[in-house]
Structures are given as structure tokens and as C-alpha cells.
């Protein structure tokens, strides 16, 4: 179980690194005047929003089909465990299904109305 939980662990950081690349222009330094300030919309705050939060959602159902198909694999002829194991990856599947969905409103929304 520790080694499962690892390498979970390793698997999540290494998407977590490639996902929220860190940037050095991004890095924030005190401005000497207000007019430094870059001009951040309302707009620009809200896609921002939306993409972290796909972010998580895609990393929850990576983490949700891993341990699905963990529980799947170790399930050793154990119907109870087995049937436990294809729930959570037919909610996973329908969760991703929901995620894109959601995703393709968002986007429809964003370019309809901004």
C-alpha cells in the first residue's frame, strides 16, 4: 500500500510540475509606482479561474482511475472488491465526461458573451 500511495504521490507532483510550469516572468517584484501594474480584466481573472480549477478536476480523475484500477487489478477474484473497483471507474469516466462537457460550455459561454 505505502509503495501505491508513492508512486500516486510521484505521479501527482510530476502533473502538478508539468501543468503549473513556473515561469520567471512570472515572478513578482514591488513596483516603484502604481503605473507599474499590469492591467489584469475581469475576464482574463475568470479564464484563469476555470483553467485551474479544470486542472484539478482533471488530476481528480487521474488519481480516481489510478486507485480504480489499483483496487481493480489487486482485486484477486474478489467479486465485492472488483465490483467496488468498476464503480469508481465508471464514476470516473463519467466525471471526465462531465469535465469536458463543462469545459466546452465554459468555453461556448466565454466567447459568446466576452
Not at 505505502?2 to 510540475?17: G, M
Not at 509606482?33 to 481573472?45: A, C, I, T
Not at 465485492?80 to 469536458?100: C, D, P
Request: proline share 4%; aromatic share 8%; no cysteine.
Amino acid at each position: 500500500m505505502k509503495n501505491i500511495l508513492f508512486i500516486v504521490n510521484s505521479i501527482l507532483t510530476s502533473l502538478a510540475l508539468f501543468i503549473f510550469k513556473i515561469n520567471p516572468a512570472l515572478a513578482i517584484t514591488l513596483p516603484s509606482r502604481p503605473s507599474n501594474l499590469p492591467d489584469v480584466s475581469v475576464d482574463k481573472l475568470i479564464q484563469e479561474a476555470i483553467r485551474i480549477i479544470f486542472a484539478v478536476g482533471e488530476i481528480a480523475f487521474i488519481i480516481v482511475l489510478l486507485v480504480g484500477g489499483v483496487m481493480f487489478i489487486t482485486s484477486g477474484g474478489n467479486e465485492a472488491q472488483s465490483e467496488k473497483a468498476k464503480k469508481l471507474l465508471t464514476f470516473a469516466i463519467i466525471g471526465i465526461i462531465v469535465l469536458l462537457s463543462a469545459y466546452a460550455i465554459a468555453g461556448f459561454i466565454i466567447k459568446r458573451f466576452v
